[in-house]
C-alpha cells in the first residue's frame, strides 16, 4: 500500500498521560499536514511542513502539542498532559506540492477516559 | 480562503445521479473549486477540482457556474458505497494550501 499510513489507528489513555502519534506520508511528497477532527465537524488544520521545517501552526495548537518531521519523511504529533478535550481524531495528509490535493491517511483516534 | 455554503444532507437513489450543490458567492479569481469526501471513519478523499472550466474525471463531474459563484458534484451513478460527507472547499492556488473545510453535505445513497 503506497498510500498516507497513520499509527496506531486507536488510542485510549487517561487524562493527564503524554501520548505520540506517527504518520508515514506518500514517498517523495515533501508536504505534511496534521489535521484534527470532532464529532459532526469538518477537519481542522493544526499545523503543516514542507520537508522537515514547520511552516505554519494553528492557534488549535496549544502548547502542549508537538508535532515534529526530522527528516523530512515521517512525522510524529505528540500531545501532553492529555485532556478530554484531546478526544478526536487527528488526521495527516501530504500532497507533492503547490496546487496539489491532499491525500489523507485513515486517522488515530484518540480517547482520552 | 473563502467560504462555502452547501447544504446539510441530500438522499439520492442507487443508480441515480447525485448532484451536490455549493455556493461560494466571495471566489476570486485565482481560487479553485476542490471537493473532498470522507466516508465513515476513513480519512477525506480527494474527488476533484477545478478552476473555471468542467471537469470530469473517473469519480464524477465538476460543473462551475459562468461566474463562478457556485458550482455542482455530479456523481452520474450513485452506489451505495457513495454515502459519504462531501466537502466543497475554495483554496488559493498559492500558499501553503491548508484545507479549510466546512460541514459538508451528508449524502445518503437509499438502495
Known amino acids: 500500500d503506497t498510500g498516507v499510513s497513520q499509527n496506531p489507528r486507536h488510542k485510549i489513555t487517561k487524562r493527564g498521560q503524554n501520548v505520540t502519534f506517527r504518520c508515514d506520508p506518500i514517498s517523495e511528497h515533501n508536504r505534511l499536514y496534521w489535521y484534527r477532527q470532532t464529532l459532526g465537524q469538518g477537519p481542522e488544520f493544526l499545523t503543516y511542513f514542507q520537508n522537515e521545517a514547520q511552516l505554519e501552526k494553528s492557534r488549535l495548537l496549544s502548547d502542549r502539542f508537538s508535532a515534529e518531521r526530522p527528516k523530512g519523511s515521517f512525522s510524529t504529533l505528540e500531545i501532553q498532559r492529555t485532556e478530554q478535550g484531546d478526544s478526536a481524531m487527528y488526521l495527516c495528509?501530504?500532497?507533492?506540492?503547490?496546487?496539489?490535493?491532499?491525500?489523507f491517511g485513515p486517522g488515530t483516534r484518540l480517547t482520552v477516559t | 480562503d473563502a467560504k462555502t455554503t452547501q447544504p446539510p444532507s441530500m438522499d439520492c437513489a442507487e443508480g441515480r445521479a447525485a448532484n451536490l450543490p455549493c455556493n461560494h458567492s466571495t471566489i476570486s479569481g485565482n481560487e479553485y473549486v476542490y471537493w473532498y469526501r470522507q466516508i465513515h471513519s476513513q480519512g477525506p478523499q480527494y474527488i476533484i477540482h477545478?478552476?473555471?472550466n468542467n471537469e470530469t474525471n473517473e469519480m464524477a463531474s465538476l460543473i462551475i457556474t459562468e461566474d463562478r459563484k457556485s458550482s455542482t458534484l455530479i456523481l452520474p451513478h450513485a452506489t451505495l458505497r457513495d454515502t459519504a460527507v462531501y466537502y466543497c472547499i475554495v483554496r488559493d492556488s498559492g500558499g501553503y494550501q491548508k484545507v479549510t473545510f466546512g460541514t459538508g453535505t451528508k449524502l445518503q445513497v437509499i438502495p
Open positions: 477545478g478552476l473555471k
Open positions: 495528509a501530504s500532497s507533492p506540492g503547490r496546487g496539489n490535493e491532499q491525500y
